[in-house]
């Protein structure tokens, strides 16, 4: 089977009801990013976070994957696809994806504020004294802004492997992430799926200016040419 990489960001969950990160106020669903988003703002006002975090998690119950996460998924039966997200929703699981990887952490998941790796599932309400085993208050598993990402080096050696590169719903401006699709082999084509993209079609780039639902139809046509 040929390996398929793919690289996922917010425009994959939009068509399912959540919100891009940030709008084009620079703001996250009303909220200064570094108020919701950094160590710093968790410090400040942990509650304020939590309750942020909260209201996310609330909201995730609510929507449903939509076609491009089932279309994604369905092409396990044909390739070896590992999906690499920004999101931090469970769509692409929910759908059926079997291999993936988050970026940026995971709402259904908490950690301890001390220990990085004391991680737990957590599907509720998080609030101020809830602790780990050790006695820390638990956090949102989610890479704030300053905060390093640790899944980045694995998630570099992937899109070394890869024989197809799809990049959907993400612009790739937000680094470390922007420069994964640098690591892919040098003849890899690469194909990129944005309702309005920022660069066109050149050598192995192929741009499918529609969004993430009518846009993998597309590129499920553009495979099956192949």
């Known amino acids: 089977m040929k390996h398929l990489v793919v690289l996922t960001g917010a425009g994959i969950s939009a068509e399912s009801g959540i919100k891009t990160f940030r709008d084009a106020d620079g703001l996250w669903e009303g909220h200064d990013v570094m108020e919701v988003a950094t160590p710093e703002g968790f410090a400040k006002n942990p509650k304020l976070v939590l309750e942020f975090y909260n209201q996310r998690r609330r909201q995730l119950h609510d929507v449903k994957p939509n076609s491009a996460h089932y279309d994604l998924a ?26 993936v990887i988050h970026l940026h952490g995971e709402l259904l998941k908490v950690r301890s504020s001390k220990h990085n790796n004391s991680i737990k599932s957590w599907n509720t309400d998080l609030i101020l004294g ?36 799809l990049i959907i719903g993400t612009s790739m401006q937000v680094y470390p992430a922007a420069g994964l699709m640098h690591y892919a082999p040098p003849k890899t084509p690469i194909y990129f799926i944005d309702p309005k993209p920022s660069i066109d079609s050149q050598s192995r780039l192929t741009v499918i200016a529609e969004t993430a639902t009518k846009g993998m139809k597309t590129f499920i046509t553009l495979l099956e040419q192949q």
């Open 74 to 99: 369905g092409l396990e039966g044909k390739y070896k696809v590992s999906v690499i997200t920004q999101n931090v929703d469970d769509l692409h699981e929910r759908a059926g994806s079997n291999n």
């Open 130 to 165: 809830d602790l780990c085993e050790n006695g820390h208050q638990l956090r949102p598993h989610i890479v704030w802004f300053g905060e390093d990402v640790p899944m980045i080096e694995n998630a570099a050696e992937i899109c070394g492997t890869a024989d197809i590169l």
